[in-house]
């Protein structure tokens, strides 16, 4: 399964949660996760320095020729990565206009379906188009929200392109795996916000909260999923509900 974790919205977790997901369903099946946006956050958070002639997921994007599997490098925890950095955002211009430019990923990315059992893409906090060949690569969509309102507000955006793929009958069997709200405390605003979520979402799954906990910094510092470096269940719980969701998905 291809799942693609979006918001377009920045700083509601994405990247924390794609190491954490990718870090869990590594320990028992394969796992590549792609790091699809140009700050290159995924790729660092796993430890991984870019060198001088490495390939990355710009030369995906840009490389009709270049098989995706050619770019794939070993991570600790047995997670795989195809990397990224900035050169990524000069792919992202570079594709305007060729033909076909929103399914070069998914033709990229279907070849490797029989070699792993999950594909995490993290995407970039815009809708342009690498987070729409992501789209179109994936079978579901994980959307990480923060528990603020302005947060809720910039979902709208996302679920209306998620549905014009579906309506358009471009990508009629894109799923939303489900919503995971981030940063959660005992606040009202948290309360708020996932009363909001359940009210206006009728039908999609919302998972349970991740709490809002220093130690998700802490861990990407250390370039460890949150599962290696703490035992506090609060905080590894959430992933794991996603991990069994796209189990039973399969």
């Known amino acids: 399964m291809i799942i693609a974790v979006t918001n377009q919205?920045?700083?509601v977790a994405k990247t924390t949660s794609t190491i954490a997901l990718s870090g869990l369903l590594a320990e028992s099946s394969s796992c590549l996760v792609v790091d699809f946006d140009p700050q290159g956050n995924l790729t660092?958070?796993?430890g991984i320095k870019i060198q001088p002639g490495q390939m990355t997921a710009y030369e995906v994007l840009t490389d009709r020729k270049q098989s995706a599997s050619e770019t794939i490098i070993d991570t600790e925890y047995g997670i795989k990565l195809i990397p990224a950095d900035i050169s990524l955002a000069s792919g992202e211009k570079q594709?305007?206009?060729s033909a076909d430019n929103s399914r070069i990923l998914r033709k990229k990315l279907n070849p490797l379906r029989q070699e792993f059992?999950?594909?995490?893409?993290d995407c970039p906090p815009s809708l342009g188009m690498l987070t729409l060949n992501a789209l179109m690569a994936a079978d579901a969509v994980l959307i990480p929200v923060q528990c603020q309102f302005f947060a809720l507000e910039g979902l709208r955006q996302l679920l209306e392109t998620i549905e014009s793929l579906r309506d358009e009958d471009t990508h009629p069997n894109l799923q939303i795996l489900g919503v995971l709200p981030t940063m959660a405390d005992r606040t009202l605003t948290t309360q708020d916000a996932l009363k909001t979520l359940?009210?206006?979402?009728?039908?999609?799954?919302i998972f349970e909260p991740v709490p809002k906990s220093v130690q998700f910094p802490e861990s990407n510092l250390a370039r460890q999923p949150i599962h290696r470096y703490t035992t506090e269940k609060k905080l590894i719980?959430?992933?794991?509900?996603?991990?069994?969701e796209m189990a039973e998905q399969e």
Do not use: C, F, N
């Not at 059992?117 to 893409?121: D, K, S």
């Not at 359940?198 to 799954?205: D, F, I, Q």
């Not at 719980?237 to 069994?244: C, D, G, H, L």
């Open 237 to 244: 719980e959430p992933y794991q509900e996603i991990a069994r």
């Open 117 to 121: 059992a999950h594909i995490l893409i």
């Open 198 to 205: 359940k009210t206006k979402l009728p039908g999609v799954k």
């Open 44 to 46: 660092t958070g796993l």
């Open 9 to 11: 919205k920045g700083g």
């Open 95 to 97: 594709i305007l206009t």
